[in-house]
Each structure stands twice: as C-alpha cells, then as structure tokens.
C-alpha cells in the first residue's frame, strides 16, 4: 500500500497539470479560431457580426466553441469593435476567472 500512495503521490500532480495544460491548449485554439471567424465575416459582409450565433448561423464556424475552462458555450466576453462608429462583435475573450500557466488571467487572452 505504501509503494501505491507513493507512486499516486508522484502521478496525480503531473496528471493534473498536463489535464490544465490541455485546456489551456484548447482555449487558445477556440480563441484564435473565433477570432479568424470574426475577420473573415467582417472581410465578406462589411460589418461585424451581432453575436457569436450569427458565426454558426452564417457557416463561418459549426457551432460556437465551448469554453474548456468554464465548459460552457455561452461564457465568452463579447468586445465591441475597436472603431467606434460599428457594433457587433470586434473580439471574444475567456470568460473564466483565474490565471493560465502564463501568470495571465484567461480573461486577458
């Protein structure tokens, strides 16, 4: 028994950090691939899209990602576009507290 805790006790850490690291891994991909939808939704319409539904709606991407961290579609933070004249969705960030292996806070990526 003592061996199986001594070895747990080495395991389990490094599980859990390489299960964090893969979120953190899907979160920038879900990001970036948002983002590139976004801009390529902005280049064919003229004009950014009034939410992230319009993306999947307009087959830009499948269906809006799920956020690994919070596990939820629907906790992404909308950012308006940066000129202040349109309205819509400029950006997306992570709606998750807390801060990546970075020392960024997800809500910053």
């Known amino acids: 028994m003592a061996i199986i805790a001594t070895l747990l006790t080495i ?5 859990f950090k390489s299960v964090d690291h893969s979120k953190e891994q899907v979160l920038r991909t879900n990001l970036n691939t948002i983002r590139d939808a976004i801009d390529k939704y902005y280049a064919d319409k003229g004009h950014y899209p009034a939410d ?8 830009y991407i499948k269906a809006v990602p799920v956020d690994p961290i ?6 992404w933070v909308v950012v ?3 000129d202040g004249n349109e309205s819509g969705v400029g950006g997306v960030y992570s709606g998750a507290s807390g801060v ?3 020392n960024v806070p997800f809500n910053e990526w």
Do not use: I, K
């Open 70 to 75: 919070t596990e939820s579609n629907e906790s």
């Open 100 to 102: 990546g292996s970075n």
């Open 11 to 15: 395991a389990l850490p490094r599980y």
């Open 80 to 82: 308006e576009p940066r």
């Open 52 to 59: 992230l539904e319009s993306l999947a709606n307009g087959e």
